[in-house]
């Protein structure tokens, strides 16, 4: 049988992690994919020939990606150029040439991939893209397939390694936010602009994926919450720690009898949860489904070869089915199209969550009371309430609350009524808290 | 399309999970498979009516098994009698008719899986067997398509739930394992004869069959190495927490320039690792491969609910893939047949791996003398050694060793030499230790 021939746009970090990866274990993946796998067309605008090993067994190496998707003699198309367009124009016009599509782009699938998927569909060819979420972990699979027997409840996950980096850096080393972002800029583990990652937006594009494979909902990446990490402070970090808890830059997906939350936010959880011990540049997914329980993934979210791992692993998986029936073949969202729920996604206001919350207040008699009065009137129960040592000469001390679980719109009521207190100074810094439990 | 038929062999705690999980959730599965999956004929000898819900939605149960196989009506087998006969008589006679086999039957399959996967092979039909191994844990799923692009480098996995249940009783609550044992079989984590499950046999059965995935060779149970935990003082896992470390009973299989490391036994592990933290009756299993680095999957790993997860999850796919070209499909050992490679297992002797000693000596000058130099003769390096209060009264004193690497047959003829000193009181405690880090 003929080898598979693929077609690479983009040799950056990713594509020539690919090429690196496809070369040097190019035994045991054709004694796995049943077939030689080889990439016999690349396009990429600049490339260090130096940094990739393998690149001599291309045929062809051009610039110009158009070039390569419309190559008769390509089989799959691998988009590894990222951003928006031209990619969304290549990933198109490959699936019109009858190509197969895998990819890493997760803003791509997370904007526009229910239009991707449904001229995939048309088209009876595949759209792969589990490089998009968690690096080399198999999370899509997993998802998709691996759990494809549970109604899913919630997935919980470290889907950024940049951000968690920096949190991590900031309890080991006791850094403040600046400070430790400057570290992962200097180790190369943030970009010279890193609003994508510190702001969530990055976590945000895989959590509408995880989102859309567990809940069986078109992609809706503007519904999804995000809150950034640029505004923590460590002395949070420092408190949470001492109640017995670790902040982590979680994306949570979780269906509710009112609909789904997703969201993207720092949140408190219990130090003992081995999520919560997921460090450094690492990524971990929890999902919970209603017959197997609590489940955990965890590897390297990023990288030239453990994407590269998962790249070529959405390649073997085509290679395999490739004279398969296309009905047949593992539906893109995980649901067979034409059978998407239009199960709503929750405003954030309208979420239930629990709460660590920190303000300034005058040391006075009575403002505790104030404040307690306040939450017992909206309805909101208070696990734990700290008073902290106020620094010297201060006449305002800092007071810590863990709340139980209430629903968003009433802790903002109660926030805004507390910060309204003439004996409240400044804003009240709220954290959410989950206890990612069962 | 017609719906699929299942005939289900067995109604114990997987096969009612089984029943339960396909009517529960009947919809979702599926929306995700594309067809209708109905048990049309299922067989037991003895089943609880009252425990097992969704019953009445299969249309013919009786105690014969054969008449299932035999049943022109039926699709897909899924066997969960469990034991080897008449297991493998019936999974070979539905092969033979021509129907797809699911299995949880990891004793079945680590033994005879060579034959039943070359009768498939043969046959055209698929042996899934996602459930034979860490329970709901999609861990076979991405061994062999998830990480298909990697060399496999390790896998360390705690996979029996009993021993790890027994193991964290007695590090949390300092119990020694007899006590433990009990308590396991009062909660019903552990069977009347709990031999297969705490002298490792249960987990050699798995490890078979990942060691298998991984790195393309035959199955060959007889070569895993066992050992169990039934000697483990209370001590030791005492001595070893002071050190940092935890004891847990790993499965661990790993590629050397020799051959084929598959082993079974109680292990140090730092206290740090994810893994050392994975308690009572979860699992975890560590894969690292060359390309995406180290990799743990987490979750139950038994249960009627979890297993039956797994089952249905290889329902599924075969659903799916129902009408691919067989050469197509996901080769059963990960690699395509024909393509298995002849890299011998290697025997216990030839293993390396650091070690945790104890002994007892005389409280005397010179003796630790003596011990180092025996050490220094066969070239064992110690990482660490402590000398312990003696009890009042003794003579002899406990001490602890820690060593780096080195292989099991010097290790073996230390020992020898040590015990046959003078000094030295009684044989010497060695636990196997590994860094898990990279």
């Given at each position: 049988?003929?080898?598979?021939?693929?077609?690479?746009?983009?040799?950056?970090?990713?594509?020539?992690?690919?090429?690196?990866?496809?070369?040097?274990?190019?035994?045991?993946?054709?004694?796995?994919?049943?077939?030689?796998?080889?990439?016999?067309?690349?396009?990429?605008?600049?490339?260090?020939?130096?940094?990739?090993?393998?690149?001599?067994?291309?045929?062809?190496?051009?610039?110009?990606?158009?070039?390569?998707?419309?190559?008769?003699?390509?089989?799959?198309?691998?988009?590894?150029?990222?951003?928006?367009?031209?990619?969304?124009?290549?990933?198109?016009?490959?699936?019109?040439?009858?190509?197969?599509?895998?990819?890493?782009?997760?803003?791509?699938?997370?904007?526009?991939?229910?239009?991707?998927?449904?001229?995939?569909?048309?088209?009876?060819?595949?759209?792969?893209?589990?490089?998009?979420?968690?690096?080399?972990?198999?999370?899509?699979?997993?998802?998709?397939?691996?759990?494809?027997?549970?109604?899913?409840?919630?997935?919980?996950?470290?889907?950024?390694?940049?951000?968690?980096?920096?949190?991590?850096?900031?309890?080991?080393?006791?850094?403040?936010?600046?400070?430790?972002?400057?570290?992962?800029?200097?180790?190369g583990y943030a970009e010279a602009d890193p609003t994508f990652d510190i702001e969530g937006i990055d976590a945000a594009h895989k959590l509408t994926i995880l989102g859309s494979l567990?809940?069986?909902?078109?992609?809706?990446?503007?519904?999804?919450?995000?809150?950034?990490?640029?505004?923590?402070?460590?002395?949070?970090?420092?408190?949470?720690?001492?109640?017995?808890?670790?902040?982590?830059?979680?994306?949570?997906?979780?269906?509710?009898?009112?609909?789904?939350?997703?969201?993207?936010?720092?949140?408190?959880?219990?130090?003992?949860?081995?999520?919560?011990?997921?460090?450094?540049?690492?990524?971990?997914?929890?999902?919970?489904?209603?017959?197997?329980?609590?489940?955990?993934?965890?590897?390297?979210?990023?990288?030239?070869?453990?994407?590269?791992?998962?790249?070529?692993?959405d390649v073997v998986d085509i290679v395999r089915a490739l004279t398969a029936n296309p009905h047949h073949r593992v539906p893109h969202l995980a649901f067979q199209p034409g059978e998407?729920?239009?199960?709503?996604?929750?405003?954030?206001?309208?979420?239930?969550?629990?709460?660590?919350?920190?303000?300034?207040?005058?040391?006075?008699?009575?403002?505790?009371?104030?404040?307690?009065?306040?939450?017992?009137?909206?309805?909101?129960?208070?696990?734990?309430?700290?008073?902290?040592?106020?620094?010297?000469?201060?006449?305002?001390?800092?007071?810590?609350?863990?709340?139980?679980?209430?629903?968003?719109?009433?802790?903002?009521?109660?926030?805004?009524?507390?910060?309204?207190?003439?004996?409240?100074?400044?804003?009240?810094?709220?954290?959410?808290?989950?206890?990612?439990?069962?």
């Amino acid at each position: 049988m003929r080898p598979v021939n693929i077609g690479l746009l983009g040799l950056g970090t990713v594509g020539g992690g690919t090429v690196t990866v496809l070369t040097r274990n190019a035994s045991e993946i054709t004694r796995r994919a049943g077939r030689a796998i080889q990439i016999t067309h690349a396009a990429a605008q600049f490339y260090d020939p130096q940094r990739i090993s393998g690149l001599d067994q291309i045929k062809h190496i051009g610039s110009d990606p158009f070039a390569v998707v419309n190559d008769p003699d390509v089989d799959i198309v691998i988009e590894l150029i990222g951003g928006y367009s031209p990619a969304r124009e290549l990933v198109l016009a490959a699936i019109e040439n009858g190509k197969h599509v895998v990819t890493a782009n997760k803003a791509l699938i997370a904007r526009h991939g229910n239009d991707i998927f449904a001229a995939a569909q048309a088209k009876g060819v595949t759209v792969a893209f589990e490089a998009a979420v968690a690096g080399g972990i198999p999370i899509i699979k997993a998802l998709r397939e691996g759990l494809a027997a549970n109604r899913i409840e919630w997935i919980a996950g470290i889907i950024n390694g940049t951000g968690n980096f920096i949190l991590t850096a900031m309890r080991d080393q006791q850094r403040p936010f600046a400070e430790a972002l400057a570290e992962a800029q200097a180790l190369g583990y943030a970009e010279a602009d890193p609003t994508f990652d510190i702001e969530g937006i990055d976590a945000a594009h895989k959590l509408t994926i995880l989102g859309s494979l567990a809940f069986g909902i078109p992609l809706q990446f503007d519904k999804t919450f995000t809150e950034g990490i640029s505004k923590l402070h460590a002395q949070d970090v420092h408190f949470a720690a001492e109640l017995g808890y670790r902040i982590k830059h979680l994306g949570i997906a979780r269906r509710t009898a009112e609909g789904i939350e997703m969201r993207v936010h720092p949140t408190l959880i219990p130090h003992r949860r081995l999520i919560a011990n997921v460090d450094g540049v690492m990524n971990a997914v929890l999902i919970k489904g209603d017959a197997v329980g609590p489940t955990l993934y965890y590897g390297a979210g990023a990288g030239a070869l453990p994407t590269a791992s998962a790249v070529i692993a959405d390649v073997v998986d085509i290679v395999r089915a490739l004279t398969a029936n296309p009905h047949h073949r593992v539906p893109h969202l995980a649901f067979q199209p034409g059978e998407l729920s239009d199960t709503p996604v929750l405003n954030i206001d309208q979420i239930e969550t629990a709460y660590y919350l920190r303000l300034f207040a005058l040391d006075q008699p009575g403002v505790m009371a104030q404040i307690a009065g306040i939450f017992g009137e909206e309805g909101i129960s208070l696990e734990a309430i700290q008073q902290k040592e106020p620094a010297d000469g201060d006449t305002h001390v800092p007071l810590i609350m863990l709340t139980h679980r209430v629903r968003e719109a009433r802790m903002n009521q109660a926030i805004r009524r507390i910060e309204a207190l003439d004996a409240v100074s400044g804003a009240v810094v709220r954290i959410r808290m989950e206890t990612l439990a069962g």
